[in-house]
Nanobody, 124 residues
Framework: VQLQASGGGLVQAGGSLRLSCAASDRTFSNGAMGWFRQTPGKEREFVAAYRWSANMKYYADSVKGRSTIFRDNAKNTVYLQMNSLKPEDTAVYYC??????????????????WGQGTLVTVSS
């Protein structure tokens, strides 16, 4: 499976962006798709995950209440709607997929398939 991420850009603080991650097939149907982000010199950080078969969503505390992960099943696409953006949300955002579900949805090392990053810049 290949993942194609898009939707990053420059936005003012308080604004919104929607990231998209299109998958070439549904190899992850028994696992999950997730979003992670990374800034220079820091570890890749979990943002949100979608457990595909169970239709369940998980969020990092840092984005909970401001972001929504949702899917378009027909398009094999997962979206991350981010609202009330803050300068600290600035990062390269990566979508990823794992083919087997486990409770450690935040663990980037369990995601074997990665898309290219998309840069989100939030200006103050």
């Amino acid at each position: 499976v290949q993942l194609q991420a898009s939707g990053g850009g420059l936005v003012q603080a308080g604004g919104s962006l929607r990231l998209s991650c299109a998958a070439s097939d549904r190899t992850f149907s028994n696992g999950a798709m997730g979003w992670f982000r990374q800034t220079p010199g820091k570890e890749r950080e979990f943002v949100a995950a979608y457990r595909w078969s169970a239709n369940m969503k998980y969020y990092a505390d840092s984005v909970k209440g401001r972001s929504t992960i949702f899917r378009d099943n027909a398009k094999n696409t997962v979206y991350l709607q981010m609202n009330s953006l803050k300068p600290e949300d600035t990062a390269v955002y990566y979508c990823a997929a794992r083919t087997v579900w486990a409770i450690d949805y935040w663990n980037s090392q369990q995601y074997s398939i990665w898309g290219q990053g998309t840069l989100v810049t939030v200006s103050s």
